[in-house]
């Protein structure tokens, strides 16, 4: 089936300590994003990526970057995570502005 | 400013009648909404969407409506189950990448 995997699940990390999310999809879609959701909140776009174009959303801290080595896998690196920090991270896919489809989602925790 | 709206955080529906979960949204450039179903601990799964051109879709259950003038979504779901119970979001797009999401609705269907 094809489909958005996220790894890992859950991660806690320390209070200053990078932490790296990963995305790989099976869809071949061109557009992969990543949003950050907190606790009764909506999901809030954080970047994504148009094939190898990188897209910031103006509000995004500069603590949070991507990569996307190619076109199935993207990463979310978190360079010194802060307690407001901690939220759910959910990797999106699309095939250009077409219906996005999401990850399970990875849950960190920040101590 | 929220573009997209859900003013009922919750609701509560007896097993085999309807549901309908509502959303406002203010800017007259979407064109595009989806709604999606939320369990917890997962990603968004996509459940159904609707193009501006249309004032209705169907899928099975599922019958989503828009009202253009009034700026308004709603999802319908008849007979509802007890699988149904999840948080349901709508999202909008103005026919870029970007979709706003709204804080979500908390369906719990009684049995």
């Known amino acids: 089936d094809a489909m958005v995997i996220q790894n890992p699940r859950y991660q806690v990390t320390q209070f200053g300590k990078p932490v790296t999310l990963s995305c790989s999809q099976t869809?071949?879609?061109?557009?992969m994003y990543w949003y950050q959701q907190k606790s009764s909140q909506a999901p809030k776009l954080l970047f994504h990526?148009?094939?190898?174009?990188?897209?910031n959303e103006a509000d995004t801290p500069d603590n949070f970057q991507s990569r996307r080595p190619n076109t199935s896998f993207c990463f979310l690196d978190i360079r010194s995570p802060g307690l407001g920090d901690a939220a759910m991270y959910l990797c999106?896919?699309?095939?250009?502005?077409?219906?996005?489809?999401f990850g399970p989602g990875t849950r960190l925790t920040v101590l | 400013d929220q573009q997209v709206k859900q003013n009922s955080p919750s609701l509560s529906v007896q097993e085999g009648r309807i549901s309908i979960l509502n959303c406002d949204y203010t800017?007259?450039?979407?064109?595009?909404f989806l709604w999606y179903k939320k369990y917890p601990a997962e990603g968004p799964t996509f459940l159904i969407s609707?193009?501006?051109?249309?004032d209705k879709n169907e899928d099975g259950r599922f019958t989503v409506f828009l009202n253009k003038s009034a700026k308004h979504l709603s999802l319908h779901i008849v007979p509802s189950q007890p699988g149904d119970s999840a948080v349901y979001f709508c999202?909008?797009?103005?026919?870029?990448?970007?979709?706003?999401f709204g804080t979500g609705t908390r369906l719990k269907v009684l049995a």
């Open positions: 999106a896919t699309s095939r250009y502005t077409d219906t996005q489809y």
């Open positions: 869809l071949n879609h061109n557009v």
């Open positions: 990526y148009y094939d190898k174009d990188f897209n």
């Open positions: 800017n007259s450039m979407f064109d595009y």
């Open positions: 609707i193009s501006s051109i249309k």
């Open positions: 999202a909008a797009s103005s026919g870029t990448y970007k979709y706003i």
